[in-house]
T-cell receptor, first 112, second 114 residues
Framework: TQLLEQSPQFLSIQEGENLTVYCNSSSVFSSLQWYRQEPGEGPVLLVTVVTGGEVKKLKRLTFQFGDARKDSSLHITAAQPGDTGLYLC????????????FGKGTKLSVKP | DAGVTQSPTHLIKTRGQQVTLRCSPISGHKSVSWYQQVLGQGPQFIFQYYEKEERGRGNFPDRFSARQFPNYSSELNVNALLLGDSALYLC?????????????FGPGTRLTVT
């Protein structure tokens, strides 16, 4: 069974601080996606990483896919209150099915 | 372009009742997946449909069923509702079947079973 472990589970920081969220597994994933979800809404896709060692930047967000495609990290520079939300990583197992396997998420709160 | 739409937004049902949730994918997307998200957890995969055929099923009981229509919209049915079925039900669409193609989620249907 493929599982994704996210850490930390909760994170409360002040505006302007940097943070890193981790997503780890013992399984290999063909790709990994990061989503942000706000209360009562569906997850919004932030990025997809496909190649081992890949780094993608989205403004103040930096995403990295591990060389072995078993882990990923999300780094936010100079966090803002608008970054508050639930950050979910989701792995694609590959093959003919398209289901995503989600971690439990990291709940981020950025205080002004 | 319109995103994934789901209806209804909220629903309150009693134990033992049946419920039908609806989803319209992004125009041009042929794959629809359903996920259940209970409070404090990540979404869990229920079903995936592609070209009107079931292509994947998660670890959910037979009380859960779904179908996809010729216009690629989809319905999720849950029979004999239990209190534990209370959750946010999410629909996601993607262009193709394979998981490498990105999935885009709707706002969800909040189901409360009393």
């Amino acid at each position: 069974t493929q599982l994704l472990e996210q850490s930390p589970q909760f994170l409360s920081i002040q505006e302007g601080e940097n943070l890193t969220v981790y997503c780890n597994s013992s399984s290999v994933f063909s790709s990994l996606q990061w989503y942000r979800q706000e209360p009562g809404e569906g997850p919004v896709l932030l990025v997809t990483v496909v190649t081992g060692g890949e780094v993608k930047k989205l403004k103040r967000l930096t995403f990295q896919f591990g060389d072995a495609r078993k882990d990923s990290s999300l780094h936010i520079t100079a966090a803002q209150p608008g970054d508050t939300g639930l950050y979910l990583c989701a792995g694609a197992g590959g093959g003919s099915q398209g289901n995503l396997i989600f971690g439990k998420g990291t709940k981020l709160s950025v205080k002004p | 372009d319109a995103g994934v739409t789901q209806s209804p937004t909220h629903l309150i049902k009693t134990r033992g009742q049946q419920v039908t949730l609806r989803c319209s994918p992004i125009s041009g997307h042929k794959s629809v997946s359903w996920y259940q998200q209970v409070l404090g957890q990540g979404p869990q995969f229920i079903f995936q449909y592609y070209e009107k055929e079931e292509r994947g099923r998660g670890n959910f009981p037979d009380r859960f069923s779904a179908r996809q229509f010729p216009n690629y919209s989809s319905e999720l049915n849950v029979n004999a509702l239990l209190l534990g079925d209370s959750a946010l039900y999410l629909c996601a669409s993607s262009f193709r079947l394979q998981s490498i193609y990105e999935q885009y989620f709707g706002p969800g249907t909040r189901l409360t079973v009393t």
